[in-house]
């Protein structure tokens, strides 16, 4: 039987079980209607996965959610520890550091965003500090406190949020048990060949190494950066944006936990590159992105090891990338998701996002049963991937772009590369007026740019005139007054350790858990 002839089930074949593909297999059992669709997923004890991706934003929340994970138990099972954002350390010049939290900056007064206000007040020599003081994710991240945020936006403790922290393999091993126990098949085996359907160019089938063959309608492409089926196969091509990102080498090492565990990852810019921490409830990963333009192999891996604060648990492992992603990433009957699809540096935890939203918009635009594959949802898809790439790649570019780091060739670079024109204009607006729309197809919020720009020395030259319609003595009692709450709501918050303590659905173990979710 052919691509398009089956009648039965639509059958769809996820080749690869790194997170992309166990993500998948989870999302996809929740999500479809179980009569209408076959889920097999193929992966290779063999060839293994990346074995990298800590750091998560607040969405991964949402994914779980809707797969039902009870918070606690997903936790301990994953070691996963809260973050609540990311901290810049020499990013803008040494000796300088800032947070990018999650969650906002002040409050909008008179429909105001806060950054006029703030702009305002420091223009008329108020002593307004700096923009972070503004922050209630930034005041816990100074504390290494953590409570889950309340649901009251009007409220100073509703103005943030958290993702986690974990081991990017046992997630996946959790999702495996999750999405197994909800009818998923698993195959071991290594594919070693593919076939296409001569008269319209679709894969329909997969044959392994031990000689087995596997048919499918639709392939969901998860197998890294190998790229199997939308890469190699189809030929899907290539965008190549290591003009602006050109860090192409990490090397990664985890080390051993040091106390407190603190809510954020730090990200510490060096010569060549830039070093990560993410603390984790067993150990604390790290790891090293460097240009090999600018920093060799050895000389990277003496930086990682010099800055680990716990002793290594292993040897460095080297990994080569190239910033970019697919033209397409759903070609005919192939769908990329993972690394297959793209890579932007870790720099801002987008890849486990992007893995998120790629299963959101499969689901929506999943072929029906017996129909075919149209090529208007392939293009839809195509599209919403597109623009996310490169509002989540211009967001990237930004950390780099604005840099003081003058003498060392990778950031004098940086600050001389011409700038896609869609992030230009949004830095030019944000100098001349204060102001930062929002995008509509796009991953960080204005407040995550307010982060960034201001954290990397872009300030506003002015602000929106509006603004004044508050007093400026009532301004300064506000921003006061904001102050102070901060202040004292984070003051009697626990430290992260009494949540991640307290007991889950499940405290006999996750796959118990996993399975009691499963057949909810
Ligand atoms: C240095 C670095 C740091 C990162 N840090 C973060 C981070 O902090 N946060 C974040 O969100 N993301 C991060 N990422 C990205 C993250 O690691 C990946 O997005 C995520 O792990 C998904 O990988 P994947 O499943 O697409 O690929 P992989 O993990 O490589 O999985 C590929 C799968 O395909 C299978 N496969 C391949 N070929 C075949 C074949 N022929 N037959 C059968 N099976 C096959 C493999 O066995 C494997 O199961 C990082 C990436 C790098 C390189």
């Not at 090529?375 to 790439?389: D, G, Q, S, T």
């Not at 211009?394 to 003081?404: E, Q, R």
């Amino acid at each position: 039987m052919q691509a398009g002839e089956n009648t039965g089930p639509l059958r769809i074949v996820i080749v690869g079980g790194g997170t992309a593909g166990w993500m998948c297999a989870a999302g996809l059992a929740r999500l479809l209607v179980p009569d209408d669709y076959d889920l097999t997923l193929i992966e290779s004890e063999e060839i293994g996965t990346v074995g990298v991706g800590e750091a998560t934003l607040p969405h991964i929340r949402r994914f779980n959610a809707m797969l039902g994970l009870d918070e606690a138990a997903f936790l301990r099972a994953t070691q996963g520890s809260i973050k609540l954002g990311v901290e810049f350390v020499d990013w803008l010049r040494p000796g300088e550091r800032y947070i990018h939290p999650f969650g906002t900056f002040g409050e909008p007064w008179a429909g105001v965003e806060f950054q006029h206000h703030w702009t305002r007040a420091r223009q008329a020599g108020e002593p307004v500090g700096s923009f972070q003081d503004y922050s209630y994710a930034i005041a816990a991240c100074r504390r290494n406190a953590f409570e889950p945020p309340q649901d009251d936006p009007a409220s100073i403790r509703g103005t943030y949020d958290y993702a986690y922290h974990f081991d990017a393999g046992l997630y996946a091993d959790y999702l495996r048990r999750w999405a197994t126990a909800r009818g998923v098949e698993r195959i071991e085996g290594k594919v070693v060949d593919i076939r296409r359907d001569p008269a319209n160019g679709h894969v329909h089938r997969l044959t392994l190494a031990s000689g087995a063959e596997v048919e499918g309608d639709l392939f969901v492409d998860c197998s890294g950066f190998r790229s199997l089926l939308v890469g190699a196969t189809m030929g899907s091509g290539w965008h190549d944006w290591s003009e602006w990102l050109p860090c192409d080498r990490a090397l990664a090492v985890p080390c051993a936990r040091v106390d407190p565990l603190t809510p954020y990852t730090r990200l510490t810019a060096q010569r060549g590159g830039w070093v990560w921490r993410i603390p984790l409830q067993h150990r604390t990963g790290n790891g090293h992105v460097f240009s090999s333009r600018h920093c060799s192999e050895d000389e990277a891996c003496d930086i990682l090891l010099s800055r680990l604060d716990g002793e290594a648990l292993g040897e460095p492992r080297l990994l080569r990338f190239q910033a970019g992603r697919r033209d397409r990433a759903w070609v005919g009957n192939c769908v990329a998701i993972g690394l297959s699809s793209g890579f932007l540096e870790p720099l801002e935890s987008t890849s486990i996002y992007l893995i998120q939203a790629a299963i959101i918009d499969l689901a929506n635009l999943i072929p029906a049963r017996g129909g075919g594959i149209d090529p208007r949802l392939a293009a839809e898809f195509n599209r919403l991937f597109a623009a996310l790439y490169e509002r989540t790649r211009d967001f990237l570019i930004l950390h780099y772009a604005a840099n003081d780091r003058v003498g060392e060739p990778l950031w004098d670079e940086a600050r001389a590369m011409t700038l896609p024109d869609d992030l230009r204009q949004r830095i030019d607006l944000f100098r001349a007026s204060g102001t930062m729309p929002e995008y509509r197809l796009g991953l960080f919020s204005r407040d995550s740019w307010l982060a960034v720009l201001i954290g990397q020395g872009v300030a506003p030259g002015t602000y929106n005139r509006l603004a004044d319609h508050v007093p400026i003595a009532e301004l300064r009692r506000r921003l006061v007054d904001l102050h102070a709450r901060i202040a004292a709501g984070v003051a009697d918050m626990p430290d992260q350790a009494a949540f991640l303590a307290r007991p889950g659905a499940d405290d006999a173990g996750a796959g118990a858990a996993m399975r009691r979710v499963a057949t909810a």
